[in-house]
């Protein structure tokens, strides 16, 4: 089975509140941690990394948080924007760096204004 | 600056035909990773390569070659197309052992009729 998968297919919120997405993860050896959104059409665009020496990081209105107690990752948006709107997967990489990706399944982020 | 491209953007073959696919990486970049997304799912690992080599290879059949050029560039060749190789096919790169970050390209649409 896959060794990264996310609990959500689907996840609506309302425009201007937060979206929390979350991600399970097997691997324990898992060294890093990327989010990946993707548009239509698109290919994946990278959101935000975290090592698995650090549980918090931040960027632009993105916070990733990494539990590796219960190996669980989570994505939070502030302040949702239509914008938001595309299919989030988290991705883990066991080795660290720019290695082969394992992808979960994504969950779809839908904006309701 | 130029960012991943991958031609072409659609393809249609049948049963049995091989397919060559292109990715030309970032600027800057060294290293190719090829990913296959099915429909609705994450992208999947095929094989990654650096100064012209495979370096790391997922659970993908031996259909599934490839080549890398000495400016970086590309070719994922499929052999004997199957139906279930209808996919998005995505090309990532990175600077190999350098960064964490892959930047994927848009992606080619084959389709197997």
């Known amino acids: 089975g896959e060794s990264v998968g996310l609990h959500l297919p689907t996840l609506s919120v309302q425009e201007g509140d937060n979206s929390i997405i979350n991600c399970a993860y097997s691997?324990?050896?898992?060294?890093?941690f990327i989010w990946y959104k993707q548009e239509s059409g698109k290919g994946p665009q990278f959101i935000i990394d975290i090592r698995s020496n650090m549980d918090k990081r931040q960027g632009q209105r993105v916070t990733v948080l990494l539990n590796k107690t219960v190996k669980h990752l989570s994505l939070q948006i502030a302040a949702t924007q239509p914008g938001d709107s595309a299919v989030y997967f988290c991705a883990e990489n066991p080795r660290g760096g720019a290695d082969g990706l394992t992808f979960g399944k994504g969950t779809h982020l839908i904006i309701q204004p | 600056d130029a960012g991943v491209t991958q031609s072409p953007t659609h393809l249609i073959k049948t049963r049995g035909q091989q397919v060559t696919l292109r990715c030309s990486p970032k600027?800057?970049?060294?290293?190719v990773s090829w990913y296959q997304q099915a429909l609705g799912q994450g992208p999947q690992f095929i094989f990654q390569?650096?100064?012209?080599?495979?370096?790391q290879r997922g659970n993908f059949p031996d259909r599934f070659s490839g080549h890398q050029f000495p400016n970086y560039s590309s070719e994922l060749n499929v052999n004997a197309l199957l139906l279930g190789d209808s996919a998005l096919y995505l090309c990532?790169?990175?600077?190999?052992?350098?960064?964490?970050?892959?930047?994927f390209g848009p992606g080619t649409r084959l389709t197997v009729l």
């Open positions: 600027s800057g970049h060294d290293t």
């Open positions: 390569y650096y100064e012209e080599e495979e370096r």
């Open positions: 691997n324990s050896a898992s060294d890093y």
């Open positions: 990532a790169s990175s600077r190999y052992r350098r960064d964490n970050e892959q930047f």
